[in-house]
């Protein structure tokens, strides 16, 4: 494809479910990035892979949030017993190098109810 | 630290007339500084970008920003709003090269366009 995809395009969830929430990036772009947009907090960075390791988690909420990347590609970011506080879009975007342009994905509007 | 202020949650500019967004931001080190464009339900587009050198940016459809280092701003311009401008309007930055992806969002800028 040519662009960043996420899915599912909607979820919505059951507090104290878990979620997965899926992201493919542009072929070839070595770094991943996990935002979350949500209404009280705004744009709020996650986490950051480089290839398959992530070097700076720092943005992850609480450890009930995790996330992999596998081959270099597909990244899943998980929610275990999600909260009604985790209900937010959740973008990822993909880079190629530093320098070039971030490319973002439609995200992933999660409701938790 | 680094942060991000845009003055102005919600813009209302007139078809033809002229487009401020104001973005300011307090860091460090020099940073690298982004403006993204959010129409409802997509993603974030790029509209341009400061890294070094010349300090008056210009980018996709017919927007563009100044550096002003002493004023510690980056605002967004564009002489005449068209329709299709209406979106949401985001400042960002980056600190250094190996957390060039790593952005500071500012809190958006809503822009309506009255005829």
């Known amino acids: 494809g040519a662009g960043v995809s996420q899915s599912p395009s909607n979820k919505v969830t059951e507090k104290g479910k878990d979620v997965e929430l899926r992201c493919d990036p542009i072929?070839?772009?070595?770094?991943l990035y996990w935002y979350r947009q949500s209404l009280g907090q705004g744009l709020e960075f996650l986490i950051y892979?480089?290839?398959?390791?992530?070097?700076?988690k720092s943005g992850l909420p609480s450890d009930r949030f995790s996330a992999e990347r596998t081959g270099g590609s597909v990244s899943t970011l998980t929610i275990q017993r999600t909260q009604q506080e985790d209900s937010a879009v959740y973008l990822c975007?993909?880079?190629?190098?530093?320098?070039?342009?971030?490319?973002f994905g439609p995200g992933t509007r999660l409701t938790v109810t | 630290a680094q942060s991000v202020t845009q003055l102005g949650s919600h813009v209302s500019v007139s078809e033809g007339a002229l487009v401020l967004l104001r973005c300011n931001y307090s860091?460090?080190?020099?940073?690298?500084l982004f403006w993204y464009v959010q129409y409802p339900n997509q993603g974030l587009q790029l509209l341009l970008k400061?890294?070094?050198?010349?300090?008056l940016v210009k980018g996709i459809n017919g927007f563009e920003a100044e550096f002003k280092k002493s004023e510690t701003s980056f605002h967004l311009t564009k002489p005449s709003a068209h329709m299709s401008d209406a979106a949401e309007y985001f400042c960002?930055?980056?600190?250094?090269?190996?957390?060039?992806?790593?952005?500071?969002f500012g809190a958006g800028t809503q822009v309506v366009v009255t005829p």
């Open positions: 975007a993909s880079l190629r190098d530093p320098g070039g342009e971030q490319y």
């Open positions: 400061y890294t070094t050198g010349a300090t």
């Open positions: 860091s460090s080190v020099p940073p690298y």
């Open positions: 892979f480089q290839g398959n390791s992530a070097p700076d």
């Open positions: 072929s070839g772009h070595t770094a």
């Open positions: 960002a930055v980056s600190l250094t090269t190996d957390s060039w992806g790593k952005l500071q």
